[in-house]
């Protein structure tokens, strides 16, 4: 994942989050586009648009895109590899269907121990 961040002062914020470099770099330009107030034949547009994108600052955060269904279908094959099968059901199949709160703990904690080389945006 690509983190776009700009820069406020003496700070900087992240403000948006994209899976390619290109796409952050479109964003970017997009931003910068909105900004300016001349002109793309205007002269002084391509110093504008230096000027508002040296505000901006993209970094790889090393991190894939997870789906929040492959999500779910990972964490359950982790319960069903740790728990054997009852009564002809997986354990994933028993824990969402008995204790669906438990279900969905365990879930943001398995997301927890999977983001740093994971990004799902739905638990985000």
Excluded at 13 to 37: H, L, R, T
Excluded at 76 to 81: A, V
Excluded at 99 to 121: A, H, M, R, T, V
């Amino acid at each position: 994942m690509f983190k776009v961040y700009e820069m406020m002062g003496n700070f900087s914020k992240e403000v948006a989050m994209f899976e390619s470099e290109v796409e952050a770099s479109d964003y970017i330009y997009e931003q910068c586009m909105d900004k300016c107030d001349v002109y793309p034949t205007d002269d002084l547009f391509e110093e504008q648009m230096e000027n508002q994108m040296s505000y901006f600052s993209i970094e790889d955060d090393g991190r894939e895109l997870i789906s929040h269904d492959d999500l779910i279908e990972q964490y359950d094959n982790m319960l069903d590899d740790c728990y054997p099968e009852m009564f002809n059901m997986c354990a994933s199949i028993i824990l969402e269907r008995a204790d669906p709160i438990q279900y969905k703990c365990g879930l943001n904690d398995y997301y927890d121990s999977i983001c740093d080389s994971y990004y799902c945006e739905e638990m985000e």
